[in-house]
Every structure is written in structure tokens, then in C-alpha cells.
Antibody, heavy 121, light 111 residues
């Protein structure tokens, strides 16, 4: 059975940093792209970033480019997102999601339960 | 403002069929067959219902179907059931720097 478990969320001041983790199990981790998708309180879904199965290719939304860095450790079945220069509009639930394919297709068949990031002073 | 446009809400009675539209442009839906649909119940993670315009993942009811015409994609739910009441989001690949864009979401109410 596939499981995705996010961790690392919390309260951070504007301009601060946070690193989220997502531990995966139940599938051949390196064979699939993985993504972060976020949802601000009461708002819709927003794609944030994707990393290919090998980790060689990464993609970012314009809203986080230059501030967020996605990475993965295929030996630990874990993906990360390092979030720097955080702003109030980064406040959201951050979901980790497994792609259907090795490369990004934005078709995510499994999702974690999400971790809340709140950027506030 | 979302890059893809969905109606804010739709409603239907049990047993009826409804269609949710997702309007884009030639830079996304019109030129690519990478359209997916997600269902999200309150407080829950999204669930993939349709991918690549019209494909259903294993385990998704065949009451859900997807299609595309021009720059507009559609999700049709037939034989509406109470448990279908949820928010639905479309998403598509885009040739702009955004790569992947979502619609603003549609709240489905089963009357």
C-alpha cells in the first residue's frame, strides 16, 4: 500500500526558511516523479514543484522559482522542499504527491495528508 | 486569477448527470492532452479522477468521464450520488513558464 507522509510544517516569520520532507513507501520510489502542491486556506490548488524519478530534472512554479528548491533521496525514499525567503502568501497546506509517470505529468495518483505552513510575524 | 476557468458551482439531483467545464487557451488545453481532474472533499487530500483528458485511474467509477473540445475540457458525472458532492479541479500542461496550471475549482452540490 502506498503511503506518503509529510513533515516539517509550522509557523515561520516572513523572510524565514523551512524545509518540508515527504517519506514515501509502498512503491518503487525512483520510478516516479514527485511533486509538491499547495492550497492556501479556503483557496484552490496550486502546483509548486516537481522532481523527476532520477532527480535530474526539476520544475518550479513562477511564484516560487528562485526561493524554493526541491530534491530527493532515492536511497531514503524521501523528497524535500527547501523554502527560503518565505512570504505571507506562501501560507498554505503543502501536499506531497506521487506522479503517474517518471517525468512530470501533473497526474498524481497518491497524496499525503498535507502539512500546514504559516508565514506570519 | 486562475489560468483555467471553471464555474464556481454546479448542482444536480441524485441520478442526474452534470458536466463541469474547464476553459483554457491554445497554450494549454487546446494544444496538449495533459488534462487531469481532481475531486476534493472538505479537509481531505485531492483524488485523481481523470488523467490525459479521458483516462480513469484504477478504482475510479465509470460514472466519471472526461473529454476535450478545442480549448475547453469537461468532466461529466453520470448517475449523481450524494458522495459526489465535493470540489473539483481541472489542471493542464501549459507552454507558458508556469508548466502546470489549475482551474479555480467547482463546488458540486448534490440536491
Amino acid at each position: 500500500e502506498v503511503h506518503l507522509l509529510e513533515s516539517g510544517g509550522g509557523l515561520v516569520q516572513p523572510g524565514g526558511s523551512l524545509r518540508l520532507s515527504c517519506a514515501a513507501s509502498g512503491f518503487t520510489f525512483s520510478s516516479y516523479a514527485m511533486s509538491w502542491v499547495r492550497q492556501a486556506p479556503g483557496k484552490g490548488l496550486e502546483w509548486v514543484s516537481t522532481i523527476s524519478g532520477s532527480g535530474a530534472t526539476t520544475y518550479y512554479a513562477d511564484s516560487v522559482k528562485g526561493r524554493f528548491t526541491i530534491s530527493r533521496d532515492n536511497s531514503q525514499n524521501t523528497i524535500y522542499v527547501q523554502m527560503n525567503s518565505l512570504r505571507a502568501d506562501d501560507t498554505a497546506i503543502y501536499y506531497c504527491a506521487k506522479d503517474l509517470r517518471e517525468f512530470s505529468s501533473n497526474s498524481h495518483d497518491y497524496w499525503g495528508q498535507g502539512t500546514l505552513v504559516t508565514v506570519s510575524s | 486569477q486562475s489560468a483555467l476557468t471553471q464555474p464556481a458551482s454546479v448542482s444536480g439531483s441524485p441520478g442526474q448527470s452534470i458536466t463541469i467545464s474547464c476553459s483554457g487557451s491554445s497554450s494549454d488545453i487546446g494544444d496538449y492532452n495533459f488534462v487531469s481532474w481532481y475531486q476534493q472533499h472538505p479537509g481531505k487530500a485531492p483524488k485523481l479522477m481523470i488523467y490525459d483528458v479521458s483516462n480513469r485511474p484504477a478504482g475510479v467509477s465509470n460514472r466519471f468521464s472526461g473529454s476535450k473540445s478545442g480549448n475547453t475540457a469537461s468532466l461529466t458525472i453520470s448517475g449523481l450520488q450524494a458522495e459526489d458532492e465535493a470540489d473539483y479541479y481541472c489542471t493542464s500542461y501549459t507552454s507558458s513558464s508556469a508548466l502546470w496550471v489549475f482551474g479555480g475549482g467547482t463546488k458540486l452540490t448534490v440536491l
